[in-house]
């Protein structure tokens, strides 16, 4: 009985740790980039500071 637990359990233990790296990767969007060039700043900042100033005015 106690090597069928322990061959049993070794067993589970081979399992789980062979599993997918990327399963605990959940924090990175595919479609949001991790670094942006400066100049795509410009347009959508001055488009939403346009829409700020015309909203409280």
């Known amino acids: ?3 069928i637990v ?3 359990l070794l067993i589970a233990l081979v ?5 997918c790296k990327k399963w ?3 924090n ?3 479609n ?3 670094i942006v060039a400066p100049n795509l ?6 488009t ?3 829409s700020y100033v015309k909203q409280f005015s």
């Open 1 to 3: 009985m106690k090597s």
């Open 24 to 26: 605990l990767d959940v």
């Open 48 to 50: 939403n500071m346009a």
């Open 32 to 34: 949001a980039p991790d």
């Open 15 to 19: 399992i789980t740790s062979t599993g």
């Open 6 to 8: 322990i061959k049993t």
């Open 28 to 30: 990175r969007s595919p």
């Open 41 to 46: 700043y410009l347009g959508p900042m001055m």
